[in-house]
């Protein structure tokens, strides 16, 4: 599949953006913007892209896909379905997530004070960052989500000595998937390649230790501070529907 076939089908259910003013997870702004979940809810367009992906790799011999929850979850999915029909082979669609520890109030009514994590709640988000104060009642629990990637459910075990392809859906950094190649070799399994929807951060298999990264999609942006993006001089408003536009303004607003 040539990039521009790709592109297309992304660009089909809007999923491509490239004219407008975003601020990214990293707080830089630019013009473009891959929304990644706008393709999901289209399985046969998520199922033409895995499928790429696995015709790819299937000389390569996986017996694992793997990805960081939860994004990159539907991707091990298809990529394992089309590799086991292609090669057939049962491969194995599995997931790393963030680990997490839980910590539960006590008998008695208590306040409690955090440091700058970010927790959340049963009941409903809570971010308790700095000096923020959170009352719990008796029973009631925060759940803390750490910030490196663990295998659960058993899925440490079934990694074992297998040959894994990792699969993301957008990279940007590289940080989360370098985080899953980690678990996998923490947990002996033996990463192949990575593979992606779309790299839009240039990044390079180097980065991973592994001899191949293959992406449907690459995409050059270029990116600003928001004290040097050309936009916001421009007062082009922030978008705020996708990406961290309305963290921005109201970080913003506040100062």
């Known amino acids: 599949m040539p990039e521009s076939k790709a592109r297309e089908i992304l660009a089909s259910v809007e999923a ?19 929304n990644k979940d706008a393709v999901y809810p289209f399985t046969r367009k998520t199922s033409t892209l895995c499928l790429e992906i696995a015709m790819h790799f299937i000389k390569s011999d996986i017996e694992v896909v793997l990805a960081p929850a939860v994004g990159g979850v539907a991707l091990t999915q298809w990529v394992a379905f089309h590799l086991s029909e292609l090669t057939g082979r049962e491969v194995l669609a599995l997931y790393a997530e963030r680990s997490e520890s ?28 700095g000096k923020s104060i959170l009352e719990l009642n008796t029973g009631e629990q925060l759940i803390k989500k750490h910030n490196f ?27 989360t998937a370098k985080k899953t190649v980690e678990v996998v070799r923490q947990n002996k399994g033996q990463v192949v390649a990575v593979a992606a929807l779309c ?30 993006c050309p936009m916001c001089t421009e007062s082009i408003p922030v978008n705020v529907t996708l990406g961290k536009g309305k963290e921005f303004l109201e970080s913003r607003d506040k100062k």
Do not use: C
Not at 152 to 159: A, E, M, S, T, V
Not at 212 to 221: A, Q, R
């Open 16 to 34: 491509v953006i490239d004219d407008d003013h975003f601020v990214y997870t990293s707080g830089l702004h630019g013009r473009a913007y891959v």
């Open 102 to 129: 839980v910590i539960e109030a006590p008998d008695q009514y208590q306040r409690i004070r955090y440091g700058n994590v970010t927790y959340y709640h049963p009941y409903g988000d809570s971010d308790i960052g």
């Open 149 to 175: 990637l663990t295998l659960k459910r058993g899925y440490d075990k079934r990694i074992i000595g297998k040959r894994v392809l990792i699969v993301e859906d957008i990279l940007n950094t590289g940080t």
């Open 199 to 228: 790299n839009r951060g240039g990044v390079t298999a180097k980065m991973f230790g592994v001899e191949e990264l293959y992406s449907l999609l690459n995409i050059n942006m270029q990116v600003w501070t928001a004290a040097e």
